[in-house]
Nanobody
Framework: QVQLVESGGGLVQAGGSLRLSCTASGVVVSLNTMGWYRQAPGKQRELVARISSRGFANYTDSVQGRFVISRDNAKNTVYLQMNSLKPEDTADYYC?????????WGQGTQVAVSS
């Protein structure tokens, strides 16, 4: 059974930082493309960042230079370090694991950034 468990969300003031964690079981993060998506109220879910099995990372333009995705293979965990947070970063953040055969989602963690 695959589980992706997110943690680290919360309320932070604009300009602050948070680190989200996604601990996986049933999948190996280093063998899959791992991503962070977010969905703000009334908006579609969008890709924030992803890291390939080879370790290549890419980001949506709005977070480039502020967010960093990384993984700890020993802990089978993926992180999203979010710096210089803005109110428009407020959303539910979801961890995603995918390869050619599957796509799995976590339950999400809330991030709220106050101005």
């Amino acid at each position: 059974q695959v589980q992706l468990v997110e943690s680290g969300g919360g309320l932070v003031q604009a300009g602050g930082s948070l680190r989200l964690s996604c601990t996986a079981s049933g999948v190996v993060v280093s063998l899959n493309t791992m991503g962070w998506y977010r969905q703000a109220p009334g908006k579609q879910r969008e890709l924030v960042a992803r890291i390939s099995s080879r370790g290549f990372a890419n980001y949506t333009d709005s977070v480039q230079g502020r967010f960093v995705i990384s993984r700890d293979n020993a802990k089978n965990t993926v992180y999203l370090q979010m710096n210089s947070l803005k109110p428009e970063d407020t959303a539910d953040y979801y961890c995603n694991s995918r390869n050619l055969l599957h796509t799995f989602w976590g339950q999400g963690t809330q991030v709220a950034v106050s101005s």
